[in-house]
Nanobody, 117 residues
Framework: QVQLVESGGGLVQPGGSLRLACAAAGFTFRRYAMSWYRQTPGKERELVAAITSTGGNTNYADSVKGRFTISRDNAKNTVYLQMNSLKPEDTAVYYC??????????WGQGTQVTVSS
């Protein structure tokens, strides 16, 4: 059974930093790309960042380029999202995602990030 469990969200002031983590289980983590999405009320879920199975390639939404960094530790079955220079508009629920071949598309439960003074 595929499981994705996010952690690391919270309340931070503008300009601050947070690191999100997503612990994966139930599939061969090192074989699959991983992504982070975010969603605010009334809006569609949007892709924030993605990383290939080996970590060799990454891509980012324009809104977070230069501020966020996605990385992974295949020995720990964990993907991270380092978020720096946070802005109020980064406030959202952040979700971890993976597509495990024919088994399907999987989401974590989400972690709330609130950027406010």
């Amino acid at each position: 059974q595929v499981q994705l469990v996010e952690s690391g969200g919270g309340l931070v002031q503008p300009g601050g930093s947070l690191r999100l983590a997503c612990a994966a289980a139930g599939f061969t983590f090192r074989r699959y790309a991983m992504s982070w999405y975010r969603q605010t009320p009334g809006k569609e879920r949007e892709l924030v960042a993605a990383i290939t199975s080996t970590g060799g390639n990454t891509n980012y939404a324009d809104s977070v380029k230069g501020r966020f960094t996605i990385s992974r530790d295949n020995a720990k079955n964990t993907v991270y999202l380092q978020m720096n220079s946070l802005k109020p508009e980064d406030t959202a629920v952040y979700y971890c995602n993976t597509k495990v071949g024919s088994r399907g598309n999987y989401w974590g439960q989400g972690t709330q990030v609130t950027v406010s003074s």
